[in-house]
């Protein structure tokens, strides 16, 4: 077991621009498969939309829908149906219904996402020191068959996601990094609420756990960075934005050497055991 290792048991991940970024923006995805069911619009238009409607929708029914009258796919209907309305094109219902089938399930493949620079190699690594690791059981225990085989290390997923996050991990083919893999929606409850935290704990398995024991890497300054440190866990902040700027907005919460541009950077870092939680 690595140094830098020595006191993390569990290990959990954002997946959006963590682990897995889109192949291509919203846009130009939105853009593409409207034109599929002629309904034509400029792929700029769909972009600066669907960011807006986003950011509406979430507000308007958070979590996905979770709390409201609507679940998570009628969510998706009416923020997709809003997109194409906000940039000239007012998609009949029956035609809408089709095409936002046709995008939730694209979406979950391979050929909307792909894995982020380093997420691979890392995983990879992770799961060889997860391998290695002693089992910390006692002989009495082995005796008795009271032991499951569970790793002292666990990995884990912690996502704002809908229902459709263990589908796309397995298509993307890294599901079975993962111990567990928590989506916002049927936990219901959302990063950065301290619960969800609280709630890989517990699906980690880990007898006795602490805060301190905990690191969660992602990319979201305030639903994964600082979230994590409210709880007392360590965590890393995946981001392109240079670490002065990060501070500067966020405040000296943001520490720069915990700020990296990729999982590549945070890889060579970690393995080196030159980052000290």
């Not at 936002?100 to 691979?120: R, V």
């Not at 008795?144 to 704002?160: E, H, M, T």
């Not at 599901?175 to 950065?192: G, L, M």
Request: charged share 20%; net charge neutral; proline share 4%.
């Amino acid at each position: 077991m690595t140094s830098a290792l020595g006191r993390l048991r569990l290990i959990t991940f954002d997946v959006t621009n963590t682990l897995l970024q889109f192949r291509t923006s919203p846009g130009k995805q939105y853009g593409e498969i409207g034109a599929l069911f002629g309904v034509l619009c400029d792929n700029d238009e769909l972009a600066r939309n669907f960011k807006t409607n986003w950011y509406l929708m979430n507000r308007k029914y958070p979590n996905f829908g979770r709390n409201s009258s609507i679940g998570w796919q009628q969510w998706w209907h009416q923020l997709i149906g809003a997109t194409f309305a906000d940039s000239g094109s007012l998609i009949p219902e029956e035609k809408l219904g089709n095409l936002a089938n046709h995008l939730l399930e694209l979406y979950k493949t391979s050929l909307c996402w792909q894995n982020c620079n380093g997420s691979i190699d890392l995983l990879n690594y992770l799961r060889l020191q997860q391998q290695l690791a002693p089992t910390n059981q006692s002989d009495n225990e082995v005796g008795n068959n009271q032991s499951n085989n569970k790793s002292p290390i666990s990995l884990g997923v912690i996502a704002n996601f809908d229902p459709r996050l263990d589908i796309l991990l397995r298509n993307l083919k890294i599901q079975h990094y993962f111990d567990f893999a928590i989506n916002s929606y049927d936990s219901n409850v959302e990063k950065p609420n301290p619960e969800i935290f609280h709630f890989a704990m517990r699906l980690s398995g880990l007898k006795d756990l602490k805060p301190e024991e905990c690191l969660h890497i992602g990319d979201g300054p305030t639903t994964d960075y600082l979230a994590a440190k409210n709880v007392g866990w360590n965590s890393a902040l995946i981001h392109e934005k240079n670490a002065s700027l990060l501070i500067g907005k966020y405040g000296d919460q943001v520490e720069e050497h915990f700020v990296f541009p990729s999982l590549y950077d945070f890889h060579k870092k970690f393995s080196n055991n030159s980052i000290k939680w």
